[in-house]
Every structure is written in structure tokens, then in C-alpha cells.
């Protein structure tokens, strides 16, 4: 039984803030839109990153990729593909980054739990 679904119709959140049009560092993010890059991030992260809620390191600015958005949980075999993105950021510490545009960025919030419940919307079809 899905008990999300009522948490999901309660929040009634528009999918995108009016006060900020644009995601801040510290917000989790629910990534899509891969199809539009032209760039050679494994297959298999962007699955993870499409399946799996990220948070906002850092907003690097006049950068086309510029959301450092950190992962927890990457599996071992996925931490290479992570790793690669790594050599602009200046994050060699932390391995489970990837660089985004806001074409990749579907959803954001302030809140955890919020994008867990859109995410769970999106894999359910709610």
C-alpha cells in the first residue's frame, strides 16, 4: 500500500518556488533532462542521480555546468563515474558529486522530505 500519496496531496507544492526561481546551495534536488547533454557522464549516474535525491554544494557561477550536487549512498561501482566530474570542482575530498545545469535540475526544496515525496510521485506515477 502506497501511504505517500496522501502526504504527496496534502503538501500541495507548485513544482517550482515563486520566491526563488532558481535552486540555492543547501536544497535537494530531483535531476532529469540528461538527454539534452552532450557530455559523457556515464549511463549508470545518471540513472543514480535521476533516481536518488542530491543537495546543492556549491553554485559555481558563470559556468555551464554550475550545481555541485552532492549524492549519499553511490554505490561502490558508481563512485568512479562521479569521481570523473570532479577535476573542475576543486572537491577531490568528496567523491560523489556531479556538475549540473538547471536543464538537469527537475524539482528543488528547501526540505528533504519534499523532494523525497516528488520523487516518489515521479516513480509511481502519482
Not at 559555481?60 to 577535476?87: A, H, T
Request: hydrophobic share 40%; with cysteine.
Amino acid at each position: 500500500m502506497i501511504t505517500k500519496f496522501e502526504i504527496f496531496e496534502k503538501l500541495k507544492f507548485p513544482l517550482f518556488s515563486k520566491k526563488e526561481k532558481e535552486p540555492q546551495v543547501g536544497d535537494f534536488i530531483v535531476a532529469s533532462g540528461w538527454e539534452n547533454r552532450n557530455d559523457d557522464l556515464p549511463t549508470e549516474v545518471k540513472e543514480f542521480a535521476s533516481n536518488n535525491i542530491g543537495q546543492i554544494l556549491i553554485i559555481r557561477k558563470r559556468e555551464w555546468l554550475k550545481y555541485v550536487v552532492k549524492y549519499e549512498d553511490v554505490p561502490e561501482n558508481l563512485i568512479g563515474g562521479f569521481m570523473y566530474r570532479l577535476l573542475s570542482t576543486g572537491l577531490h575530498q568528496d567523491p560523489v558529486v556531479c556538475l549540473l545545469d538547471m536543464e538537469n535540475i527537475l524539482y528543488w526544496s528547501k526540505n528533504k522530505e519534499d523532494a523525497e515525496v516528488y520523487l516518489n510521485a515521479l516513480k509511481y506515477n502519482l
